[in-house]
């Protein structure tokens, strides 16, 4: 299983858990991006993160979690969807290092963040350049 992490902001709050598994009788993989809730307040990566992931990579997914930047008061909305385009951005433009089969793809999001799932299934195809 390839597990790293990436930092989508200059801060390093604001970061993507990879659980890819292992590109075997190339075969490449949906892909599912886990964005745990917490109400713009804190994330809930404990319970809605890690566990969710490892349950999709279970299943035959390509995993990612993202953790977004929450409770400073610089973080206002939309600062989180900013966050999750940047992760969108990293999972496209590193599909063949993940060995992902985007056409098939799914976002999971727990409520309270559903606005940024609906924002990121609507444009995910659109979604090719964002500056911070």
Do not use: W
Not at 3 to 13: A, G, H, P, T, V
Request: net charge negative.
């Amino acid at each position: 299983m390839i597990s790293e992490r990436i930092y989508l902001s200059d801060d390093k709050r604001a970061y993507l858990d990879t659980y890819v598994s292992e590109f075997r009788n190339n075969r490449r993989r949906d892909a599912m991006l886990v964005i745990p809730g917490g109400g713009y307040s804190h994330v809930c990566s404990d319970r809605e993160g890690e566990q969710i992931a490892l349950a999709y990579a279970a299943r035959g997914f390509n995993a990612f979690v993202l953790t977004y930047r929450v409770a400073e008061p610089e973080d206002t909305y939309p600062t989180q969807l900013i966050d999750a385009c940047r992760a969108v951005l990293h999972i496209k433009a590193n599909k063949d290092k993940y060995f992902i089969d985007f056409f098939c793809s799914e976002y999971y999001d727990f409520k309270p963040k559903y606005e940024i799932f609906e924002f990121i299934k609507e444009n995910f195809n659109y979604i090719i350049f964002l500056d911070s």
